[in-house]
């Protein structure tokens, strides 16, 4: 199979692109930024294109050129830069995504699945309100993103759901929980998380807020490629977008699950009375369902596996 991995060189996308050309597919990176050394050796198996999403004419002739059967589209402003440049996360989340649908309805593109988020969700206090569970967030539940972020991904499903029942054309969304892993670009909202695994490795004090017992959803990166290997396989996937997460557990769990493989560990949990303003709390029991997704690694093989790959770069 001929996937396109927009975004190919990215955190998520550069160990994706080397799951799937260990599984005999065939290769293509479309990125505007290519970065060799994420995708190691393996690049020289790999077709790799300098391009832009934001070029439609491009997108459409690279199409056409490499028989594309399956795209799965990634490339986004992260949320708190989405939020300083609204304009620009526009540009990239959403223009990029109808680029990349309309290329892929032109060229007769199999399938299309992309990169959603718990960030169409709402704050925990909203579910209460109409009496749902935050900590238990189904896709049926209402999406209401409080960012602009999370607007951007609700409009890219919109739009590919539009695809999908006017033009026939396949499009998978997957609504990724909190991905943390090696390689994570710091300075995201979430990258405290990646600090917490991290502490007994590079030997850093680190400071996390508990925010009570709130829990979140966080997915080790190689089960995030994992959910998106199961999108671009299933035989017959019935919904327009999935839940694809990991681990819920609150920071004070998290601290807790560190520290026991890693007592020497120097973490501070910082009391507040304040809720993390998105419910990221989801439920992945309809991606098991119907795309055969599961999590491979138990949060403490993630934990070793994480650190183990640091300690090899320090």
């Known amino acids: ?96 995504m109808i680029n990349v649908l309309e290329a892929a309805r032109l060229t007769n593109v199999k399938r299309i699945v992309y990169a959603s988020s718990v960030a169409v969700y709402c704050s925990p206090a909203y579910y209460r309100s109409l009496n749902l569970d935050p900590f238990c967030i189904k896709e049926w539940m209402p999406t209401n993103p409080f960012n602009v972020y999370g607007a951007t991904k609700l ?69 995030a490629v994992h959910g998106f290997v199961c999108a671009c396989t299933a035989d017959d996937p019935r919904h327009p977008v999935y839940n694809i997460g990991g681990y819920i557990l609150s920071a004070r769990e998290l601290v807790a699950a560190v520290q026991s493989d890693f007592p020497e560990a120097h973490i501070t949990i910082e009391e507040s009375q304040n809720e993390r303003q998105t419910a990221s709390a989801i439920d992945s029991s309809l991606a098991k369902e119907e795309l055969g997704y599961e999590p491979q690694l138990s949060l403490s093989e993630a934990i070793i596996n994480h650190c183990q790959y640091i300690s090899k770069g320090l």
């Open 1 to 96: 199979m001929n996937i396109l991995i927009t975004g190919g060189s990215g955190f998520i996308g550069s160990n994706l692109a080397i799951n799937v050309l260990s599984r005999g597919h065939r290769v293509i990176i479309f990125d505007s930024q290519l970065n060799h050394s994420r995708l190691g050796n393996e690049h020289a198996n790999m077709t790799l294109v300098q391009g832009n999403v934001l070029d439609y004419k491009e997108l459409v002739g690279m199409f056409q050129k490499t028989a594309i059967e399956v795209v799965v589209h990634l490339p986004a402003l992260r949320n708190r830069e989405s939020q300083e440049k609204p304009f620009q996360a526009h540009l990239v989340n959403s223009t990029g």
């Open 155 to 223: 409009y890219d499903e919109l739009m590919a759901a539009r695809y999908m029942e006017i033009y026939g054309l396949k499009t998978i969304g997957l609504r990724l929980a909190i991905v943390i892993g090696p390689g994570k670009t710091p300075g995201s909202r979430t990258s405290e998380f990646n600090d917490i695994i991290e502490a007994p490795v590079r030997k850093k004090k680190v400071s996390i807020s508990s925010y009570g017992e709130q829990k979140v959803n966080l997915i080790y990166v190689s089960d």
